[in-house]
């Protein structure tokens, strides 16, 4: 598969045409006051009945195309044992297949990785490694709930970076109100020193129903959108400066290292899910599993399979989810029939006009990043031409 830059928009093409595999694992030490996903926490005992549902789904799946890139994410993928890591990866190359270069993904938090869990996993065949490092500052740690310190979280880094991964990345958290502008600057710092190829910044949202909505609707500070602004503005400037590219909103990169999973999602490539509340888009159509542990393992068991809902995605809109997904990108996206319309439309003119959305060739590009969720809503709102 060629190197290209991730910003490239030829690479932005190539992906869309990738084919790729999310596996979902629940398990957690504990639940983060800020997360909304399909997690459990405390039920490491049953690890092995959910492994082995996980494998059945994967077994219910139609054949299909080698795997170009597979992510296992959560949850906390790293307190799996190898041994079931194992089964997984035999399970999906024995049903699908995995092209030669396929990138292999876990995700992983510091508290939970040493040298043999590294080099056990490296001799899976895992080639990317993503660390929860969220900040290397311990109040702000504390805040978030996490579970690691600064010196774990260095500590787990400095192991990946020296084991055979191909890759390895860091996922930063900005934004809380514990937060100051220096301790954000310095999370950087520390994050650049250790030379990570890959790394992710995301601004803390308050998501319904969890411990961080309670508090906030309880009385305690909430996130300042001004701020977070701010802290994404900081992190471009100084991930820049260290020679990172920024390929999407979020994603930073060395060459070469751009997550081969993320950007299949954003160029619409198809992709298989399997596990606790994952979501699929295959064949047109995107599904979507139970999120309850119990449900999952008894519906896998009994054959029904863990398919809550499904939707087919077609005409219309499956183009204005080309252009959703695909505005993320620093590479933007293809004009085609649904950029026709959006630059016709009057917030058309208005994004072009206020330099929020250029027209870069044949693509668009959202020009100031941070306000791509406004030119989103203004693709959400585009009629489908007549004829």
Same mark, same amino acid.
């Given at each position: ?9 030829? #690479?932005?093409? =190539? ?10 694992? !629940? ?10 996903? +399909?997690?459990?926490?405390? +039920? ?19 054949? @299909? ?30 049903? &699908? ?7 292999? #993904? ?6 939970? @990785? ?11 065949? &895992?080639?990317?490694?993503? &660390? ?57 710092? +520390? ?10 910044? *995301? ?9 961080? @909505? ?5 009385? +305690? !500070?909430? !996130? ?19 020679? *990172? #590219? ?69 005409? @219309? ?62 693709? =959400?709102?585009?009629?489908? !031409?007549?004829?």
């Amino acid at each position: 598969m060629a190197i290209l830059p991730p910003a490239h928009p030829d #690479t932005a093409e =190539l992906a869309a045409g990738w084919r790729s595999a999310y596996v979902h694992i !629940p398990f957690c030490a504990r639940v983060c006051p800020y997360c909304d996903f +399909a997690v459990v926490g405390g +039920a490491d005992d049953r690890m092995g009945e959910y492994i082995d549902a996980l494998l059945a789904e994967i077994a219910m799946e139609p054949a @299909w195309h080698p795997l170009d890139a597979v992510f296992v994410g959560g949850g906390t993928p790293s307190r799996i044992p190898l041994e079931h890591m194992a089964r997984i990866v035999d399970a999906l190359a024995g049903h &699908f297949g995995l092209a030669d270069d396929a990138e292999v #993904t876990l995700e992983a938090n510091p508290e939970d @990785w040493t040298e043999q869990h590294s080099d056990g996993l490296a001799s899976l065949g &895992f080639t990317r490694v993503s &660390f929860g490092v969220q900040s290397f500052d311990p109040v702000v740690l504390a805040s978030l709930g996490r579970l690691h310190s600064p010196q774990q979280a260095a500590e787990a880094l400095g192991v990946a970076v020296s084991s055979r991964f191909g890759s390895v990345s860091v996922d930063l958290i900005y934004g809380h109100p514990d937060e100051t502008d220096d301790s954000w600057l310095e999370t950087l710092d +520390a994050t650049v020193a250790f030379g990570p190829d890959h790394v992710s910044t *995301y601004s803390l949202t308050v998501e319904p129903g969890t411990e961080l @909505w309670r508090q906030v609707r309880s009385g +305690a !500070p909430a !996130p300042d959108s001004d701020v977070q602004a701010d802290r994404w503005e900081q992190a471009a400037a100084s991930l820049g400066a260290a020679g *990172y #590219t920024r390929y999407e909103v979020s994603n930073h990169a060395q060459v070469g290292h751009g997550c081969r999973y993320n950007l299949s999602v954003w160029g619409q490539g198809e992709y298989l899910a399997f596990g606790l509340g994952a979501h699929s888009y295959r064949d047109g159509v995107r599904s979507r599993r139970v999120r309850r542990l119990d449900t999952y393992i008894e519906r896998v068991r009994s054959g029904i399979g863990p398919i809550q809902s499904s939707d087919v995605i077609g005409g @219309w809109d499956a183009e204005l989810e080309r252009l959703m997904l695909g505005l993320r990108r620093s590479a933007g996206v293809r004009g085609g029939e649904g950029g026709t319309a959006l630059l016709d439309s009057a917030d058309g003119v208005r994004l072009i006009d206020a330099g929020v959305l250029e027209v870069e060739g044949d693509r668009l590009v959202a020009a100031k990043p941070l306000l791509t969720d406004e030119i989103i809503r203004a693709v =959400l709102d585009l009629e489908e !031409p007549a004829g």
